[in-house]
């Protein structure tokens, strides 16, 4: 645990420090908003930086970033939604196979692209926030002598 000095002092050092990688683990939100750049290991297990951002700006760009998957995964599934109905209604009419095999071909490639794949959970749900939940104080020793007494 750190005094305020010197948590200033860390704060200030990690804003100066550039000699490569820094893992830091801590609750103190104060010092996370003094780091300079934050990096995030994602579910897909790629590395996402976010350079130049303070600990409450990563939080916010974090949250856009996944209000955009969830937007697109709806974007990507209501194409390919349209595309399937197509397919169901036309597929074996000769006039229109032709057309129906090529939507069949953009439904392949929207899969083996990972498109229809929902984001996520971790990207999209809040984390869970425990909440302090404190049992009730202790009973002063007058109280426990006149409860053991019977009074």
Known sequence: HLDRSARKWLAQYLRQYDAG???LVTHDKELLES????????????LQMYK???????????QERAKAAVTEYERNAEKAAK???FVDRFGASATKASAAQSRVKQLEK???QGLL?????DLTEER???KLVLPDPPKSIGETLLALRGD
């Open 21 to 23: 990688a820094m893992i």
């Open 35 to 46: 780091c300079q750049h934050i990096a995030e290991i994602t579910s897909a297990g790629t």
């Open 52 to 62: 130049s951002c303070t600990y409450s700006q990563y939080l916010a760009l974090k």
């Open 83 to 85: 595309l399937q109905a």
């Open 110 to 112: 929207m899969q083996a």
């Open 117 to 121: 794949e929902a984001p996520p959970q």
């Open 128 to 130: 869970f926030k425990p």
